[in-house]
């Protein structure tokens, strides 16, 4: 009788085959990262960008036919619009805050100095305080002194430190920029080895993909409405209280609306100082609560309402995504955050319809094996 050879040897073999290829990737893939890690924050960058303007690369590609020279074009055209905006702002705003230093200079002239100047522009409300709290024992010169040393010293301290975050800046934006070239250039190519690599179907990929690009381009645009939005309230409330360029310190602030470390704090902050330097604190307090309370709400409030409008997802996910990010990321964080849970929902969805497919398989399989069984039986 002969007996076929069992396939067990070839089989144990081709595990170990894939479990040691499995650990070599492991350990290749946590070694590019050690590589590429440095290099994150600009790639990223990179990626958000060529995401959102590929549609108007794809225009320019159509009028100028070399791939090379669109994809030159588009960067060109990329690098316009961030840098020009931004450097009219930082022209503006070093003018007007020449005009608020030159301002205080004055009044501190005529004051005696500046620190007389602030404790008799403090006097007011420190009296109207007084009536509620006990500051007989607190020396506002003295104080005023010591945060002015303690500001002075730390100008001195930081100044390294300004220099080389300049530095780091300048260098991932060249290596953004030049990143986002090949991007434009070779973005189609690279999505189909993207998806040749992963072990997905057409569908699946293309369902993968559609989730990152509208959560991206949700995320940027939902972000340019919540800046304008809030760049509109702070220039309101400039031209109330009669602070001078309200609408370009409206501007200003939504460019600074972007960037949720600073926000448009930077803008209302200065603004209310500017107003207690004129003697109007009332003004400025009311000024502050406006920023805190109510433009500072806005961004908690309609970011995520928007961004959920587009990428379909729950409201609260998308707030627990956009600030989660932030603090996990930085200003990245703004888009990599609601990536990364589109990315994960999308694959759970995958997941989910992989399992119901399996159990129809199976059920459909325990169907028919009674009916096989009791054909063979009656033969």
Known sequence: MHLNKPPFPDLVKKRITVIFLLTVTAVALYFCYLIFQPFLKPLLSAVVIAVVFFPVHVRIHRVLRSPSLAALASTIIVLLLIIVPAFAIILAIKEEVAGLVTLIDEKSTESGGLSPYVSQLLERPMQWIGRFVDLSQFDLRASLLGRLRELSSFLVSGGWMIVGGVTTFILNSVIALFTL???????????????????????????????????????????????????????????????????????????????????????????????????????????????????????????????????????????????????????????????????????????????????????????????????????
């Open 181 to 379: 070239f090949f991007l434009f250039r070779e973005g189609r190519s690279m999505r189909r080895r993207a998806a040749a690599v992963l072990p997905l179907s057409s569908e699946q990929v293309d369902k993968l993909f559609r989730g990152i690009e509208n959560t991206i381009i949700g995320t940027v645009y939902g972000g340019l409405v919540v800046a304008a939005v809030q760049g509109t309230l702070v220039g309101l409330a400039l031209w109330i209280f009669g602070v001078p360029s309200p609408v370009l310190w409206g501007v200003i602030a939504s460019f600074f609306a972007l960037l949720p470390l600073v926000g448009t704090a930077a803008v209302w902050v200065p603004a209310s100082i500017y107003l207690i330097a004129t003697g109007s604190w009332v003004k400025a307090l009311i000024l502050a609560a406006w920023g805190v309370f109510v433009v500072g709400t806005i961004d908690n409030v309609l970011r995520p309402y928007l961004i959920s409008g587009r990428v379909q997802m729950h409201t609260l996910l998308i707030f627990f995504a956009v600030f989660g990010g932030v603090r996990a990321f930085g200003f990245l964080g703004l888009f990599i955050g609601p990536v990364i849970l589109a990315v994960t929902l999308t694959v759970l969805s995958m997941l989910r319809d992989e399992g119901r497919s399996w159990n129809a398989y199976w059920h459909e399989e325990k169907a028919a094996a009674p009916a096989g069984n009791d054909e063979d039986a009656t033969r």
